[in-house]
């Protein structure tokens, strides 16, 4: 079992850059594949990024593509957003789930996921 907690949210200009952290505990974290999903009021929760165990492979919608970077080290999984939008404003969770091979055909669900942060809130605005 692993928990996840996020940081790095905050308010941000259009074309500015932030970035968030989740930090988990638990001593399986390496073998977890892990995911960063969005969601804005009145929309469902959206795929951002995604990477697995080892850290080699990566995964972004073409909403995010070139913008945001997912990368991972011993505890943290971080979230590097550049070139924020006002369409980026939502609440990002991190997300985790034990690595097996289907999660290369289903890293973009939420569905998929087992393991979830509380949420940190990212507003972009002039």
């Known amino acids: 079992q692993v928990q996840l907690v996020e940081s790095g949210g905050g308010l941000v200009k259009p074309g500015g850059s932030l970035r968030l952290s989740c930090a988990a505990s638990?001593?399986?974290?390496?073998?977890?594949?892990m995911g960063w999903f969005r969601q804005a009021p009145g929309k469902e929760r959206e795929f951002v990024a995604a990477i697995g165990r080892s850290g080699g492979s990566t995964y972004y919608p073409d909403s995010v593509k070139g913008r945001f970077t997912i990368s991972r080290d011993k505890n943290t999984v971080y979230l590097q957003m550049n070139s924020l939008k006002p369409e980026d404003t939502a609440v990002y969770y991190c997300?985790?789930?034990?690595?097996?091979?289907?999660?290369?055909?289903?890293?973009?669900?939420?569905?998929?996921?087992?393991?979830w942060g509380q949420g940190t809130q990212v507003t972009v605005s002039s």
């Open positions: 997300a985790g789930v034990p690595y097996a091979p289907g999660w290369r055909e289903n890293y973009s669900g939420s569905y998929y996921y087992d393991y």
């Open positions: 638990g001593r399986t974290f390496s073998s977890y594949a």
